[in-house]
Nanobody, 133 residues
Framework: QVHLAESGGGSARAGESLRLSCVASAASRIILSVHTMGWYRQTPGNTRDLVAT???????SYADSVKGRFTISRDSAKNTVLLQMNSLKAEDTAIYYC????????????????????????WGQGTQVSVSS
């Protein structure tokens, strides 16, 4: 399976900044292509909502609530997506989840010359961001 490892969450005061990082990797599979990557967030009792996404061509999309404060970027060579969060507000408090749309194949199939690409949407385990007012 494809694994997404998030880091960078924590606590901050309103007005401060945090940066989240997420790296996609695969132990038994080979990543052939990483398509859209993004960040979502969820608070208790609520749905998981989009924060920002970025395509493999660099096109970005943001939730209205974070426009002008958050910036998403990616390093495609490292299968990494970053979320720079500035001017944090108390309402940004949530668990932030990394998402990645990935095409991969098994190492064995690739070695045999019979790659069977599979595309799927993968999620990280989430990282807590807490902002105090």
């Amino acid at each position: 399976q494809v694994h997404l490892a998030e880091s960078g969450g924590g606590s901050a005061r309103a007005g401060e900044s945090l940066r989240l990082s997420c790296v996609a990797s695969a132990a038994s599979r080979i990543i052939l292509s990483v398509h859209t990557m993004g960040w979502y967030r969820q608070t208790p009792g609520n749905t998981r909502d989009l924060v920002a996404t970025i395509t493999n061509e660099g096109a970005t999309s943001y939730a209205d609530s974070v426009k002008g404060r958050f910036t998403i970027s990616r390093d495609s060579a490292k299968n990494t997506v970053l979320l720079q969060m500035n001017s944090l507000k108390a309402e940004d408090t949530a668990i932030y989840y990394c998402m990645s749309d990935v095409t991969s194949t098994s190492r064995e199939d690739l070695i045999r010359g019979a790659a069977r690409p599979q595309r799927g949407e993968y999620w990280g385990q989430g990282t807590q961001v807490s902002v105090s007012s």
